[in-house]
């Protein structure tokens, strides 16, 4: 089996039995298909590749990416590796020898009371369904301290129920409850707007809905941009 069928089954294995979301298997995708394309290129493979070649990898990654960024790499070949030994298709696992890179964290930047007012009266202020939404990206991330992933992958059925809280799914698809208090931005829109809604034309209704609504794909980059972009505009700065 090609090292690709082997990647393909492991990542089968992280979605079937630990609920891995899209976006960290696509990750996984891209890392483990630079790994084994650092091979092919020696004329090795996954399947015979030793400490010594996973080492070598490592030293080609620091001159390309950050440390967090191999570490992370580091993260999905030992987890690929250990697949391998525990299916049978290896007899070991080079990545126990392998030391974990050292990284640092940088402190998160925090915004003060008067930038935080600025960033909501701003998108509050932006016309027409793009001001929607990004009010309701805007309020919502304030008001709950979300992931910015979870944030863009909240479907509808997010707020059903008790409208105080919202149900989010984040990492290993587990559901928590968040409190969101007043900050009902759906309900306030959908009734500020229950008129226009039933008078709407399909065409139009598709277009308010999307600006109403938090993506119901998951992870957007467009919608990182926007947050990025709205507060460099509003406070000159850039949230970590």
Same mark, same amino acid.
């Given at each position: 089996?090609?090292?690709?069928?082997?990647?393909?089954?492991?990542?089968?294995?992280?979605?079937?039995?630990?609920?891995?979301?899209?976006?960290?298997?696509?990750?996984?995708?891209?890392?483990?298909?630079?790994?084994?394309?650092?091979?092919?290129?020696?004329?090795?493979?996954?399947?015979?590749?030793?400490?010594?070649?996973?080492?070598?990898?490592?030293?080609?990654?620091?001159?390309?990416?950050?440390?967090?960024?191999?570490?992370?790499? =580091?993260? &999905?070949? +030992? *987890?690929?590796? %250990? @697949?391998?030994?525990?299916? #049978?298709?290896?007899?070991?696992?080079?990545?126990?020898?392998?030391?974990?890179?050292?990284?640092?964290?940088?402190?998160?930047?925090?915004?003060?009371?008067?930038?935080?007012?600025?960033?909501?009266?701003?998108?509050?202020?932006?016309?027409?369904?793009?001001?929607?939404?990004?009010?309701?990206?805007?309020?919502?991330?304030?008001?709950?301290?979300?992931?910015?992933?979870?944030?863009?992958?909240?479907? =509808?059925? &997010?707020? +059903? *129920?008790?409208? %105080? @809280?919202?149900?989010?799914? #984040?990492?290993?698809?587990?559901?928590?409850?968040?409190?969101?208090?007043?900050?009902?931005?759906?309900?306030?829109?959908?009734?500020?707007?229950?008129?226009?809604?039933?008078?709407?034309?399909?065409?139009?209704?598709?277009?308010?809905?999307?600006?109403?609504?938090?993506?119901?794909?998951?992870?957007?980059?467009?919608?990182?941009?926007?947050?990025?972009?709205?507060?460099?505009?509003?406070?000159?700065?850039?949230?970590?």
């Amino acid at each position: 089996m090609s090292d690709q069928r082997h990647i393909e089954a492991f990542l089968e294995m992280l979605v079937a039995e630990r609920g891995r979301a899209r976006l960290t298997i696509e990750a996984y995708r891209r890392d483990l298909a630079d790994f084994t394309g650092f091979l092919a290129r020696r004329g090795g493979a996954a399947t015979t590749a030793d400490s010594d070649a996973i080492r070598d990898y490592l030293s080609d990654l620091a001159a390309r990416v950050t440390p967090a960024t191999s570490a992370r790499r =580091l993260s &999905a070949l +030992r *987890g690929f590796h %250990r @697949f391998l030994f525990a299916e #049978g298709v290896r007899s070991d696992d080079p990545t126990a020898a392998i030391d974990s890179p050292r990284t640092t964290r940088p402190l998160p930047k925090l915004l003060s009371e008067d930038e935080v007012d600025a960033l909501l009266e701003a998108a509050r202020a932006t016309d027409g369904p793009k001001g929607l939404r990004l009010a309701a990206l805007v309020e919502l991330i304030y008001a709950t301290g979300l992931r910015v992933s979870e944030l863009v992958g909240l479907p =509808l059925a &997010a707020v +059903r *129920g008790d409208p %105080r @809280f919202i149900v989010v799914r #984040g990492k290993g698809a587990k559901a928590r409850r968040v409190p969101v208090g007043e900050m009902n931005w759906l309900a306030r829109i959908v009734r500020n707007n229950a008129e226009r809604l039933s008078a709407m034309s399909t065409d139009e209704r598709a277009s308010l809905d999307e600006a109403i609504r938090i993506a119901t794909e998951p992870y957007r980059d467009g919608d990182v941009y926007v947050i990025r972009s709205h507060a460099r505009l509003c406070i000159g700065t850039k949230p970590g």
